[in-house]
């Protein structure tokens, strides 16, 4: 509980700070705007420790159970790797190999028993950067006939969500709109405004109140045991059309940062359905009770029957999925190795990919020149060293690049998860994953070639400050 109530004690003092530091001119509006924040933080709180336990009894412990376990395994393994194993990796650099690429269907039936999972059958177009997404969400949006499920981490309370949640409550009106948003990551985010926000916008104090003001929009916030989260996004029209990736609704995502989603169709929906469905019942006044009583009803069959082998892959209680597919793709993967991802601390991966290196696969890396977290992008720098010193190209994004996707010898994995702890093992996650050559060709002409090309290569090992490494230690521990 202890690191629990410090986050929130962080949280509420971050908020508090901020309001505080207003000039004169916009001093009452900003107090209030930055009063209501601490307000709703403090509600996150209460709702966490006292109503989760009663509620949600069995993910409220079991959140702990696997925070601990996973927390702890993660240190012992942290100080393995850069006492014994990373030394280890040493001498000449070999060049990079002409081998042929894994044999995908022996590795599809390796990840069968690896992440306990099984492939299911859809297809995925990709929707690079803001305009090309929610230009196809919003025609969705606009002709869809039973329902919109909408499971994101943030629903901002900018100018362009605003927009975005005038248009959820006049479809209301005609078919169901559920919202779910993650409680602190919405808190934190509607206190902090894009860059290129109008300085006119009025930002609602409550994005879920102004969402449920005057419409028949169902808006459910996720609550935080034990300081986890729920980072999936997701939105599904009609059960038949999935939108799937690492886009939040917000300006930033709509104008501002380099990012994708996807678009899915076919009987995966279903699957996708029914984990949204779970999560909405886990969400309301009977939690657990609820979850069950879906999880017995069991799926159900909307989405057309067509498609290719697609896969769903998860973070999640005692189930770390992707994670274990994406290292057990490192380690089979013989030919290229393509990876693009804001948030890289994770040791055992930055491990196994300079062992993959060292094999002779062809690996880059594509981070952003400006990230939107100070002790992240601190971190990155650490690991860009640590990259370049085992032969692994890194290519730095013009900007903030949010994209999420990697590519192992043909098989790709692309969804909500960053390549950190809370990712990996402890936030609530849901990546699609594929080895279908033309989604593949798909990903590597729309996302990682032209993004190689407008990046600069770092070729020299970049400058970190002492207080880089607190905060490499800082990442590591929290995030």
Same mark, same amino acid.
């Given at each position: 509980?202890?690191?629990?109530?410090?986050?929130?004690?962080?949280?509420?003092?971050?908020?508090?700070?901020?309001?505080?530091?207003?000039?004169?001119?916009? #001093?009452?509006?900003?107090?209030? /705007?930055?009063?209501?924040? *601490?307000?709703?933080? $403090?509600? %996150?709180? @209460?709702?966490?420790?006292?109503?989760?336990?009663?509620?949600?009894?069995?993910?409220?412990?079991?959140?702990?159970?696997?925070?601990?376990?996973?927390?702890?395994?993660?240190?012992?393994?942290?100080?393995?790797?850069?006492?014994?194993?990373?030394?280890?990796?040493?001498?000449?650099?070999?060049?990079?190999?002409?081998?042929?690429?894994?044999?995908?269907?022996?590795?599809?039936?390796?990840?069968?028993?690896?992440?306990?999972?099984?492939?299911?059958?859809?297809?995925?177009?990709?929707?690079?950067?803001?305009?090309?997404?929610?230009?196809?969400?919003?025609?969705?949006?606009?002709?869809?006939?039973?329902?919109?499920?909408?499971?994101?981490?943030?629903?901002?309370?900018?100018?362009?969500?605003?927009?975005?949640?005038?248009?959820?409550? #006049?479809?209301?009106?005609?078919? /169901?709109?559920?919202?779910? *948003?993650?409680?602190? $990551?919405? %808190?934190? @985010?509607?206190?902090?405004?894009?860059?290129?926000?109008?300085?006119?916008?009025?930002?609602?104090?409550?994005?879920?109140?102004?969402?449920?003001?005057?419409?028949?929009?169902?808006?459910?916030?996720?609550?935080?045991?034990?300081?986890?989260?729920?980072?999936?996004?997701?939105?599904?029209?009609?059960?038949?059309?999935?939108?799937?990736?690492?886009?939040?609704?917000?300006?930033?995502?709509?104008?501002?940062?380099?990012?994708?989603?996807?678009?899915?169709?076919?009987?995966?929906?279903?699957?996708?359905?029914?984990?949204?469905?779970?999560?909405?019942?886990?969400?309301?006044?009977?939690?657990?009770?609820?979850?069950?009583?879906?999880?017995?009803?069991?799926?159900?069959?909307?989405?057309?029957?067509?498609?290719?082998?697609?896969?769903?892959?998860?973070?999640?209680?005692?189930?770390?999925?992707?994670?274990?597919?994406?290292?057990?793709?490192?380690?089979?993967?013989?030919?290229?190795?393509?990876?693009?991802?804001?948030?890289?601390?994770?040791?055992?991966?930055?491990?196994?990919?300079?062992?993959?290196?060292?094999?002779?696969?062809?690996?880059?890396?594509?981070?952003?020149?400006?990230?939107?977290?100070?002790?992240?992008?601190?971190?990155?720098?650490?690991?860009?060293?640590?990259?370049?010193?085992?032969?692994?190209?890194?290519?730095?994004?013009?900007?903030?690049?949010?994209?999420?996707?990697?590519?192992?010898?043909?098989?790709?994995?692309?969804?909500?998860?960053?390549?950190?702890?809370?990712?990996?093992?402890?936030?609530?996650?849901?990546?699609?994953?594929?080895?279908?050559?033309?989604?593949?060709?798909?990903?590597?002409?729309?996302?990682?070639?032209?993004?190689?090309?407008?990046?600069?290569?770092?070729?020299?090992?970049?400058?970190?400050?002492?207080?880089?490494?607190?905060?490499?230690?800082?990442?590591?521990?929290?995030?």
């Amino acid at each position: 509980m202890g690191t629990f109530k410090t986050a929130i004690a962080v949280t509420l003092a971050a908020l508090f700070t901020t309001g505080c530091a207003t000039t004169s001119a916009d #001093q009452p509006s900003s107090l209030t /705007r930055k009063a209501s924040g *601490v307000g709703q933080a $403090g509600w %996150v709180y @209460a709702r966490s420790v006292y109503e989760n336990p009663v509620n949600r009894p069995v993910s409220h412990f079991a959140s702990l159970g696997s925070l601990t376990l996973k927390s702890t395994a993660g240190l012992l393994r942290r100080v393995s790797l850069s006492a014994i194993e990373m030394p280890a990796l040493d001498g000449p650099i070999p060049a990079v190999s002409n081998a042929e690429t894994m044999d995908l269907v022996a590795f599809e039936n390796t990840l069968d028993k690896v992440t306990g999972t099984r492939q299911d059958v859809g297809r995925i177009k990709f929707l690079v950067d803001g305009d090309e997404y929610f230009g196809r969400l919003m025609e969705s949006i606009d002709s869809a006939r039973e329902s919109i499920d909408i499971r994101t981490y943030i629903f901002d309370n900018d100018d362009f969500a605003v927009a975005m949640a005038d248009e959820l409550r #006049q479809r209301a009106d005609d078919i /169901r709109v559920r919202v779910m *948003v993650d409680s602190i $990551g919405n %808190v934190l @985010a509607t206190q902090a405004d894009a860059e290129s926000l109008p300085e006119a916008h009025d930002h609602p104090l409550s994005i879920n109140r102004y969402l449920e003001r005057d419409s028949d929009v169902k808006v459910r916030s996720m609550t935080n045991p034990w300081f986890t989260g729920d980072h999936t996004k997701t939105t599904i029209i009609d059960k038949k059309t999935a939108f799937v990736g690492g886009m939040n609704i917000g300006r930033e995502y709509r104008y501002d940062w380099h990012d994708m989603m996807m678009e899915v169709t076919g009987p995966v929906v279903d699957q996708l359905q029914f984990e949204s469905d779970k999560a909405w019942s886990r969400g309301g006044l009977l939690g657990d009770f609820a979850n069950a009583f879906r999880f017995l009803r069991g799926k159900q069959e909307h989405a057309e029957r067509d498609g290719y082998p697609v896969r769903i892959l998860q973070t999640k209680n005692f189930s770390s999925e992707i994670y274990k597919a994406q290292i057990a793709a490192i380690q089979n993967a013989k030919q290229y190795i393509f990876i693009e991802n804001a948030y890289f601390s994770d040791d055992r991966i930055i491990y196994e990919l300079a062992r993959a290196r060292r094999r002779g696969v062809d690996v880059r890396v594509i981070i952003p020149a400006r990230g939107n977290h100070g002790p992240v992008n601190a971190s990155n720098k650490i690991t860009t060293n640590t990259l370049l010193k085992h032969g692994i190209r890194v290519y730095e994004y013009p900007g903030m690049s949010h994209v999420k996707a990697a590519i192992y010898d043909g098989w790709l994995c692309v969804g909500s998860a960053n390549f950190d702890k809370l990712s990996l093992k402890i936030n609530k996650e849901l990546n699609m994953a594929t080895s279908d050559p033309a989604t593949v060709d798909a990903l590597l002409k729309q996302v990682f070639f032209p993004d190689m090309m407008v990046s600069r290569e770092i070729e020299r090992p970049v400058e970190v400050t002492f207080a880089a490494y607190w905060a490499e230690i800082a990442v590591d521990e929290l995030l």
